[in-house]
């Protein structure tokens, strides 16, 4: 008997048809991948699963019993546990706090045991070989801390079934293996997952099934040792694939960006000259010091020592303002807690940039820059009914899209990308390395980071790999593989000074 059957689930938001009498089902003991582009429908399946939406019509079995009228209450008792992607942690609270909120322990006087929840979430972190002091507050983890606690959290009260929505994005490789031997292992116990993520080599490594969504429509399952990676996103952008490299070399103009013994927190003497028109791809293990140097760059951090220098002037450290005057512009990695305003209009949180750099007018023509929205709507392709609805209303890539928008609104010519498809679809992810071609060919300089070796050949004309904080090496696009970069990126070959590996 499976443990989880849903059939015949339709859902509509506002007249408009979501999920298209969709179904899913989960084996006992099993991995699944649950598939599709943003948008496909999997996050209201889910939602409707654990009791966030109701459903319109359809049914769900769990376990033998069926669900009916779930409240999130109803699917935490039956055992089900959902780990969103973005995470639902409250920073003010410590990491033990967090773990039991809403199901504290208390002694026989009626008081929170807080020794007992101490005890019991050290004993969880040590099993879970998670290392997290639960004395802490969750304000003071790293990203990657966060998203292990979330996990730990819904493992700690025995579901039966965990649904993990990107669960690996702010992990690094070593705390990826991790998860996924924590993950076998109480597979082996007959736990069932339901692994949503666009990673197809993860999905491949740990999965056993998977189901496809498009367009919040069933399109079909099977077992993943039956089929490969282009039949499935074949399946999920409903034309055929081919995983053929985007990347064409191209001619680069003068010098536009210069860094000279340029050091910081998380990285120290890098020095590079990027000439205008270039895309360079910086990568290396997380924490290795290419993301921290961005964020440098664009004086979110402070320089410590060095020099920045954009069209021959130097850039002011640690100054934001003065590194968007130079014509620089830095989309962050994490777009809930660094580029989305939720409470604000597509269109809003489009032109903030801009406005943050000064109109001359202390009255925002909402005309004008609804007019620029539209602009840019056509010309990246955004999906979405109307610049009034909120930007939390739009896809991962739609929002991505949004938010590169809002840079070139300002006029920036040297466009930083921090790990720019991160939990974005396939198919918006290959938007995205066609817009940065382009913006490439119009004379734009962009460096961006990422931890997928692939994407960086699709796009990069030169890779930077860092470790400990340093360009242990340097390679032209045709240079660039998995193996090359993992040798440098774990320093299993000899440093090499930068550039010696390809030029421009």
Not at 90 to 106: A, H, R, S
Request: proline letters at 3%; glycine letters at 10%; a negative charge.
């Amino acid at each position: 008997m499976s443990l989880l059957e849903m059939r015949g689930i339709s859902k509509s938001f506002n007249g408009v048809q979501v999920l298209k009498d969709v179904s899913l089902t989960v084996e006992k003991g099993e991995v699944h991948a649950l598939l599709g582009e943003n948008g496909a429908g999997k996050s209201t399946l889910m939602n409707i699963l654990t009791g966030i939406y109701t459903r319109d019509s359809g049914t769900v079995l769990f376990d033998g019993q069926e669900l009916k009228d779930t409240t999130v209450r109803d699917s935490e008792k039956a055992g089900i546990a959902f780990v969103h992607q973005e995470l639902n942690l409250f920073n003010d609270l410590t990491v033990y706090e967090n773990i039991f909120l809403g199901k504290e322990y208390v002694n026989r006087l009626g008081k929170v045991d807080k020794r007992r929840m101490i005890r019991e979430a050290e004993e969880l972190f040590a099993q879970l070989g998670v290392n997290v002091d639960p004395y802490v507050k969750v304000q003071e983890l790293s990203t990657s801390q966060k998203q292990l606690l979330e996990i730990s959290k819904a493992l700690f009260f025995e579901a039966k079934l965990l649904i993990l929505d990107e669960p690996t994005t702010a992990l690094n490789n070593s705390e990826i293996e991790h998860l996924f031997g924590i993950i076998r292992s109480l597979k082996e116990k007959g736990t069932s997952f339901i692994f949503i993520s666009h990673k197809m080599p993860e999905i491949f490594a740990l999965s056993d099934s998977y189901t496809v969504f498009r367009n919040g429509e069933y399109i079909g399952s099977g077992r993943l040792s039956e089929t490969n990676t282009d039949e499935i996103i074949s399946m999920m952008v409903g034309r055929t694939y081919t995983s053929a490299e985007i990347y064409t070399p191209r001619k680069t103009g003068e010098p536009a960006l210069k860094l000279e013994h340029y050091s910081g927190p998380g990285f120290h003497d890098i020095s590079m000259e990027v000439p205008r028109g270039a895309v360079i791809g910086l990568t290396g293990l997380q924490g290795s010091g290419a993301s921290a140097l961005l964020q440098c760059m664009f004086g979110i951090l402070e320089a410590t020592g060095g020099s920045l220098t954009v069209n021959g002037t130097p850039v002011k450290k640690g100054d934001i303002h003065a590194a968007m005057k130079a014509g620089m512009a830095l989309l962050p990695s994490n777009r809930k807690e660094n580029s989305v305003i939720p409470d604000m209009s597509i269109w809003e949180n489009l032109s903030l940039a801009s406005q943050n750099l000064g109109t001359g007018s202390f009255h925002v023509n909402r005309k004008a820059e609804e007019a620029k929205y539209e602009n840019y709507k056509e010309i990246l392709n955004i999906r979405a009914a109307s610049s009034q609805d909120l930007i939390t209303s739009l896809s991962g890539g739609n929002q991505q899209k949004v938010f590169i928008a809002r840079w070139l609104n300002t006029g920036a010519e040297i466009l930083l990308f921090d790990n720019p498809t991160q939990g974005i679809d396939v198919g918006a992810k290959t938007e995205i390395y066609r817009l940065m071609e382009k913006l490439a060919g119009q004379g734009k300089t962009i460096l961006f980071t990422s931890m997928e070796v692939p994407e960086i050949r699709k796009v990069a004309d030169l890779c930077h790999v860092f470790y400990n904080g340093s360009i242990i090496g340097t390679l032209s696009n045709d240079q660039i593989d998995e193996t090359s970069v993992m040798r440098y990126s774990t320093n299993s070959i000899g440093a090499q000074q930068p550039g010696r590996g390809g030029e421009l």
